[in-house]
């Protein structure tokens, strides 16, 4: 295949994985049976806020079965506060995995037991007598920042954990030279991501060896590695990750938090100790997220041009967002990205992130690009309603065209490519827009009341947070195996989103293979590169760019070797299938032979030319060509990273007699720049815009004012389920990136940002004539019906 041809990318090859899953044999964490393994269970504080006063274990001892007990107080001998997530300059606090003194949020772990079995570890925790002295609770913003609130943190002084803003352009010229001044407030609701797994982990000690192996359902095994040994006091080169299958991440797998506990145990108790989390656990304790207030003003000219943003972002980061869960950074990823798409001359904005008596506010797909998402692309439809604009063309008119990039954005990113215009038209197209439009004004004549929303996306694939960079590079190794397969090891981790399957796919256009020539290893700490997992949709920007920059380094070595062989120039050389052959004779030499011969049997002189290293395989580090190491306007060091983009439209309609809402059109047209697997990312965009369906229409995490988490299960935590999920449409426009070796940037989030806009922006559309304003998700029946029953009775 002569040099740069491709075969694999762009094709919808099946998945690999699939293989092992569709046969039910995918390894989870759960399924790692030890001999002699205990099992834990973990004591949860039924307060949201309370001092410990006491713990009294001994029932619990004594039971049957029971090999060890530990509470907070007894466990701060063995382990050092967890270690934070996030390296961001920001209030972090002194936490550790079991609580010491005391409690702040209901679910919070207060004691924990190893024992023979869970059912032994269940019945011991109600054995523990714990004696609390209730504190006062705040579980809003508003509570939160009271002058005299009561502190989650007194030490602090506030319960401000992050606080950051900034002010670029001549924002008051641009609001007073405006012929148009809009402001509204936007608030999201809590929800989070409910993977199929919870957490889990498994860990085994050899104290001996000062050995600890853990296998960890997480996104980042080396990540989690460093958290480990940092939180117990381990060499870290002695600490062993191995990530087998993983029932979704969603980025709710980046900490290593409650996975401490069962690693304490093993040390402790000398056996393999388990730690599974139950639903009821993962609701309670997992990583959570939205629930915020946006103030927003918009100044713009007579057609709707916007000349500048004034932003106030305030966002409810329960108990945590640093150590806990690594929440606390969206709050300035919003800020960073709340201009999205469009053309902003004059930016201030405020960001803050509070602390209260709820759950733990963490990464949850869209890691802060939501919470910039929604009030923009709500706004879009207040100001497009108000101006009598329709929400295409405000859109249109406000965009950063394709000519422009790479576009330094007013917020500071700086966006590679992108071609916002033709995602729109696309998206309007695959719903057949105009035909739409005409049909709701006859159907709103008969009562049927049909809406239409657009919400555009646009979003960092690979991280990039204002006050912070993020370590920006990714390795991969390939190696030739002497039979003339590839072994390609990377620091991604599959979570279900199928890079077994795109990464083989890169590696065999380079190198002229099949896919299954390709074998893709991760998951492994010991037998992996210090890679950084996957978070941020970085996999296909970094991940990608560092295994084809690998595998590019191999085929020159392979031709050089080959040339050697052959006795031909290199130029004289290609890669054909598994096999190097000359271009102008029949010479020729397999990849098995090559890799006997550079493996096993080398020559006297070395059959690989002093120019290469020696062996068959190729390592490289692959970074950010685009990383500015002078402090921009606003002293922060950026690194520019790829930015993908997408248009979803949806059609609803909405029941006025129930409230019910019926999405009868979806679609998507996204930008990736060059797709690897059209068919993964089609799944990707599915997967990703039932999540954020669900979030516009149901999930909702409910807590009264106490503090307690009225819904933990699934029955009273609703889910979507394919009878809300329409078809989707999709469309792929390719933009290449610039800055990456192959074009392709991430977009595994992006789906789940747009939908709660797109459909609260329908949902308006549809109830125009009542005038409705949505102000509040989820938009569950009972919430459409009070909307419309309010606003019918303003109207008259
Ligand atoms: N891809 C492609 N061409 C592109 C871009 C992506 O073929 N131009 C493919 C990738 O190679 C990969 C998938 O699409 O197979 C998603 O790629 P990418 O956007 O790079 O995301 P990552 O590999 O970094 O995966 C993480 C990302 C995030 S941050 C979350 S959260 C998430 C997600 O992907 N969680 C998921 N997708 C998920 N999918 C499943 N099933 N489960 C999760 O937990």
């Known amino acids: 295949m002569a040099n740069g041809a491709r075969k694999w990318v762009g094709a919808r090859a099946k998945r690999k994985e699939d293989v092992r899953f569709v046969t039910g044999r995918g390894r989870y964490t759960d399924d790692v049976k030890l001999p002699g393994m205990l099992h834990a269970a973990v004591l949860r504080s039924p307060y949201a806020h309370a001092r410990i006063v006491n713990i009294d274990t001994s029932k619990a001892k004594q039971l049957e079965g029971v090999m060890a007990v530990i509470t907070g107080e007894e466990a701060k001998k063995f382990w050092k506060p967890l270690a934070p997530t996030i390296n961001i300059s920001m209030k972090v606090p002194e936490l550790y995995a079991i609580a010491v003194d005391k409690v702040r949020f209901a679910g919070e772990p207060v004691a924990a037991v190893a024992a023979v079995s869970r059912y032994v570890a269940e019945d011991a925790l109600d054995l523990i007598r714990v004696e609390y002295e209730p504190l006062p609770v705040v579980t809003s913003v508003e509570e939160a920042l009271e002058e005299g609130a009561p502190l989650l943190y007194p030490e602090w002084g506030d319960n401000v954990q992050v606080d950051w803003g900034c002010s670029i352009g001549d924002v008051e010229g641009a609001f007073s030279k405006a012929t148009h001044v809009f402001q509204e407030e936007f608030t999201q609701h809590r929800w989070t991501g409910v993977p199929m797994e919870g957490r889990a982990a498994v860990a085994d000690y050899d104290p001996y060896c000062k050995q600890m192996t853990v296998w960890m359902s997480t996104q980042a095994p080396n990540q989690s590695r460093t958290l480990i040994a940092q939180t117990l006091g381990l060499p870290e080169q002695n600490v062993r990750v191995i990530t087998q299958d993983v029932g979704g991440g969603f980025g709710n797998k980046l900490q290593a938090d409650a996975e401490v506990i069962p690693c304490l145990l093993a040390m402790i108790t000398g056996r393999p100790v388990k730690w599974t989390e139950s639903r009821v656990e993962n609701l309670l304790s997992g990583m959570q997220c939205r629930d915020y207030v946006w103030k927003l003003q918009v100044a713009a000219d007579g057609n709707g041009k916007i000349l500048g943003i004034k932003a106030d972002l305030v966002g409810n980061i329960g108990c945590d967002g640093t150590v806990r869960a690594a929440g606390a950074g969206k709050i300035l990823v919003a800020g960073a990205y709340l201009p999205g798409p469009y053309k902003v001359p004059a930016y201030e904005v405020r960001v803050r992130g509070v602390v209260t008596n709820k759950g733990p506010y963490g990464a949850y797909r869209g890691y802060g690009k939501d919470i910039a998402n929604f009030p923009m692309e709500r ?64 159907l709103r004549r008969q009562g049927k009341y049909l809406g239409i929303g657009l919400a555009f996306t646009l979003e960092p694939s690979g991280g990039a947070v204002p006050n912070c960079i993020f370590n920006g590079y990714e390795p991969a190794r390939v190696r030739l195996v002497p039979e003339g397969g590839v072994q390609v090891h990377t620091g991604l981790q599959n ?9 083989a796919q890169v590696v065999a256009d380079e190198l002229n293979l099949d896919l299954d020539d390709v074998k ?44 050697n062989m052959l006795q031909v120039a290199v130029e004289d050389l290609e890669i054909d299938y598994k096999s190097v052959c000359s271009k102008t004779s029949d010479k020729r030499i397999s990849f098995r032979e090559l890799g006997n011969a550079v493996h096993l049997w080398p020559g006297p002189y070395g059959l690989v030319p002093k120019e290469h290293e020696a062996g068959l395989e190729a390592s490289v580090v692959w970074t950010s060509s685009v990383v500015s190491w002078t402090p921009d306007e606003l002293g922060r060091i950026v690194l520019y990273t790829t930015h993908p983009s997408s248009c979803l439209a949806v059609v609803v309609e909405v029941d006025i007699e129930t409230g019910q809402i019926k999405l009868l059109d979806a679609a998507v047209a996204h930008d990736c720049g060059t797709v690897i697997n059209p068919t993964i990312v089609e799944g990707q965009i599915q997967g990703g815009t039932a999540q954020g369906i669900g979030g516009a229409l149901m999930e909702e995490l409910k807590y009264d004012s106490n503090g307690q988490l009225l819904n933990v299960d699934m029955s009273t935590y609703l889910h979507p389920t394919a009878m809300e999920i329409p078809d989707l449409k999709i469309a792929h426009i390719e933009s290449p990136s610039p800055f990456t070796p192959l074009g392709s940037k991430g977009m595994g989030e992006g789906p789940t940002i747009a939908p709660p806009a797109a459909i609260a922006n329908a949902v308006e559309d549809a109830l125009s004539e009542f005038g409705v304003r949505v102000s509040e998700l989820p938009l569950t029946p009972d919430r459409v019906f009070e909307l419309i029953k309010r606003f019918a009775v303003k109207a008259g």
């Open 379 to 442: 706004m879009m439809q207040v100001m497009s309603q108000k101006l009598g604009i329709p929400p295409e063309e405000l859109r249109r008119r406000n965009f950063i065209r394709p000519e422009e990039f790479p576009y330094k954005q007013i917020s500071g990113p700086l966006y590679d490519s992108g071609n916002f215009e033709a995602c729109l038209d696309k998206a309007l197209e695959l719903i057949d827009y105009a035909n739409v439009r005409n049909k709701q004004q006859e």
């Open 495 to 503: 979570i279900g989103q199928g890079i077994e399957t795109t990464l």
């Open 520 to 563: 893709v290893i991760f998951g492994d700490t010991d037998a992996m590169p210090y890679g950084l997992g996957v978070w941020s949709s970085r996999g296909a920007t970094y991940g990608v760019s560092a295994v084809k920059e690998a595998a590019r380094k191999l085929r020159e070595k392979i031709l050089a070797v080959a040339a």
